[in-house]
């Protein structure tokens, strides 16, 4: 299975890289696959590429679902420990 992320642009670099963020780590990507990418977009990253830009709300979401489902596996865990 594979997986793309909703990450933050949060610096353009040469070379169509850029610096993103998503849950606290930043991380150096191509945007070279996505046009016109700028400071403060989302992007959907798979394997250090920027695939296409997303709409911020539908990527605010998407990283409320992955939060909500390590929440969900850090207390299945907890009870699985008792």
Do not use: R
Request: charged letters at 30%; a negative charge; hydrophobic letters at 45%.
């Amino acid at each position: 299975m594979c997986l793309a992320v909703p990450a933050k642009v949060i610096e353009l670099l040469e070379n169509e890289q850029a610096k993103v963020e998503v849950g606290g780590i930043e991380k150096v990507i191509s945007h070279a696959l996505v046009e016109d990418v700028q400071v403060g977009d989302y992007v959907v990253v798979h394997v250090g590429f920027a695939l296409s830009k997303l709409d911020e709300k539908e990527a605010l979401k998407t990283l409320e679902l992955f939060a909500d489902l390590d929440d969900f596996h850090q207390k299945e865990d907890e009870l699985s420990n008792d």
